[in-house]
Nanobody
Framework: QVQLQESGPGLVKPSQTLSLTCTVSGGSILTSYYAWSWIRQSPGKGLEWMGCISYDGSTYYTPSLKSRTSISRDTSKNQFSLQLSSVTPEDTAVYYC??????????WGKGTLVTVSS
């Protein structure tokens, strides 16, 4: 069974870059699902899909965050990562990594709270 685990700093200062890594176990980021996504949840905006990286390395981002977001992967480590630059307190949220595939459902990671504060 594919499992995802988010990791990274829980506190980021304003104007800095938020960086998180999702480690996938029980499967391969190259073959298990079509794409791998980052989603965040905050009281003000609710659930927000941020972007994803597909099995072939293609990336897609929601327009509102595209200019600040970068998703990458390390296939040798079976990981994919999120970088969100120029963060503000409004970026405080629980960040989730999740598989996505039109053909099958998958469980999200448990999520990790990232607080943007000085």
């Amino acid at each position: 069974q594919v499992q995802l685990q988010e990791s990274g700093p829980g506190l980021v200062k304003p104007s800095q870059t938020l960086s998180l890594t999702c480690t996938v176990s029980g499967g391969s980021i190259l073959t298990s699902y079509y794409a791998w996504s980052w989603i965040r949840q905050s009281p003000g905006k609710g659930l927000e899909w941020m972007g994803c990286i597909s099995y072939d390395g293609s990336t897609y981002y929601t327009p509102s965050l595209k200019s600040r977001t970068s998703i990458s992967r390390d296939t040798s480590k079976n990981q994919f990562s999120l970088q969100l630059s120029s963060v503000t307190p409004e970026d405080t949220a629980v960040y989730y990594c999740a598989p996505q595939d039109s053909g099958k459902a998958g469980s999200w990671g448990k999520g990790t709270l990232v607080t943007v504060s000085s």
